[in-house]
């Protein structure tokens, strides 16, 4: 998208020097409508008695470049070269089909391009060059209606949802997380490979952080009291989690959060109702209504809950938001990704709170570069085991990168990389293979010569 839109750019410029009476932005907006209308109003052609997986197939590929063509028309407008009143018009078509009347895949599909468009369009809204009073306004009743479709659980399905709330969070984030990603251009091979040190091997320092962490996270977070420990199975995940609610909730008294991913949530309640039976616990989920929301926060911020167990889907979202933080919190599953957990810990940890970090080396290995990058930044303490599974994750990372810059030699004339090494029976069916490929193409060969000959003899 950025590639065709720095495209655009340059059209633009380079036709008004050539033929400045042009209206560019005009041509540009006629095409974007022709490919909205085709593209987007327009339901995927699914013929009658086609296989289910071919047509799921045409959906996805209909979907994909539906999201394609008002991605392009939100990074056109935040540019200023398509008229920001048509683009808002989209948005209206797009919400208006996606609340209307026809199939549930087909509605959603419409509001995932709605989200998908303001997604890219949104750090364009502060430039008062491009949107007027009015338009800001209709953007904002906009975001109004996305906020009370997100609650909407009897006629929108949970990913939907999610995708509304997650539109709806990095606007409040002031889009921050958008810009960070616009930097991550494809260009040259050595170029790319500078961005990747920057992404997953991670220079030394609180500059290199800063790039793709929001600093005011950061600050939060390097005053919490962290520990993070490596624990190989769920059993000891349990069993820490268990030793830690006893120290501190039960003998200490003290206010306890535990952040648990939905699958594994239910499992942990049972574990801690098994265990703690006279300890009142409170808990928070997406399936939670109003009422059972409001009691379960009520309860931990009020004290007579003082274990809470919270869905890590939910812990920052805002409808499920409170105000008091714990005195200590256990993020007893590592989220998607290490931006996601600075802002996790930020949203419901303050100053002095105890955080306890368990990481799986077998699931979450891939996180470890980055997270000792941002332990590093803060001067909180690195296990020793955790240096060692960064340092393996990037011997990892430069062995596939070697083995990339041998294959694109190779491709450019350079001598073959070498067969990797095999044992002797391996070697020997790859002989046999290798032999009876020889002898079928010697005896097509053969075939070959006599069909020929029988040619030649017949034209004779």
Not at 208 to 236: G, N, R
Not at 247 to 255: D, F, I, Q, R, Y
Not at 267 to 288: K, M, P, Y
Not at 387 to 394: G, P
Request: charged share 30%; glycine share 6%.
């Amino acid at each position: 998208i950025d590639m065709y839109t720095d495209l655009c750019r340059r059209i633009q410029d380079r036709v008004a020097r050539i033929s400045p009476e042009t209206d560019v932005k005009q041509t540009f907006w006629s095409k974007c409508q022709a490919s909205f209308q085709s593209q987007c109003l327009r339901p995927p052609v699914i013929p009658a008695g086609l296989d289910s997986d071919e047509a799921a197939d045409r959906r996805t590929k209909h979907k994909h470049k539906m999201v394609g063509v008002v991605k392009l028309g939100g990074e056109l407008v935040g540019k200023g070269l398509v008229p920001a009143a048509g683009v808002l018009n989209w948005i209206h078509e797009l919400l208006t089909m996606g609340t209307g009347e026809q199939s549930a895949a087909g509605s959603e599909m419409h509001l995932e391009a709605a989200c998908a468009m303001l997604g890219v369009m949104g750090p364009s809204l502060s430039d008062s060059s491009k949107w007027c009073a009015h338009e800001l306004k209709t953007v904002t009743d906009v975001f109004n209606d996305l906020e009370a479709m997100s609650k909407d659980a009897a006629n929108y399905s949970l990913r939907i949802r999610c995708l509304m709330r997650d539109t709806l969070e990095l606007r409040l984030a002031e889009w921050k997380q958008r810009a960070n990603l616009a930097t991550a251009k494809p260009t040259v091979l050595a170029a790319r490979d500078e961005l990747d040190k920057m992404d997953h091997a991670g220079k030394r320092g609180n500059g290199t952080v800063d790039d793709w962490i929001d600093p005011e996270f950061i600050a939060t977070f390097a005053k919490l009291d962290h520990h993070v420990e490596l624990l190989e199975t769920k059993e000891e995940k349990n069993n820490r989690a268990r030793k830690l609610i006893s120290l501190n909730a039960v003998l200490g008294s003290k206010s306890v959060m535990v952040i648990v991913n939905s699958a594994n949530l239910r499992g942990f309640v049972s574990l801690f109702q098994e265990h703690f039976a006279d300890v009142e616990v409170s808990t928070l989920e997406f399936g939670h209504d109003e009422g059972e929301r409001r009691a379960s926060i009520d309860a931990f911020e009020s004290g007579r809950s003082r274990v809470f167990i919270v869905a890590g889907e939910v812990c920052t979202r805002r409808e499920f938001d409170f105000s008091v933080a714990p005195q200590v919190l256990i993020n007893f599953d590592f989220p998607a990704t290490v931006q996601l957990f600075v802002y996790r810990m930020h949203k419901r940890a303050e100053g002095g709170t105890a955080l306890y970090t368990f990481l799986c080396p077998a699931s979450d290995a891939k996180h470890t570069v980055q997270l000792c990058s941002v332990l590093e930044a803060v001067r909180h303490k690195i296990p020793d085991g955790l240096l060692v599974l960064r340092d393996k994750q990037l011997a990892k990372a430069g062995k596939l990168r070697s083995d990339a810059e041998e294959c694109d030699n190779w491709r450019q004339g350079a001598a073959p990389p070498p067969a990797p090494s095999r044992s002797g029976r391996e070697a020997a069916g790859s002989t046999k293979v290798m032999a009876n490929f020889t002898m079928r193409s010697r005896g097509d060969e053969d075939r070959r010569k006599q069909r020929t000959h029988k040619a030649e003899m017949s034209v004779t």
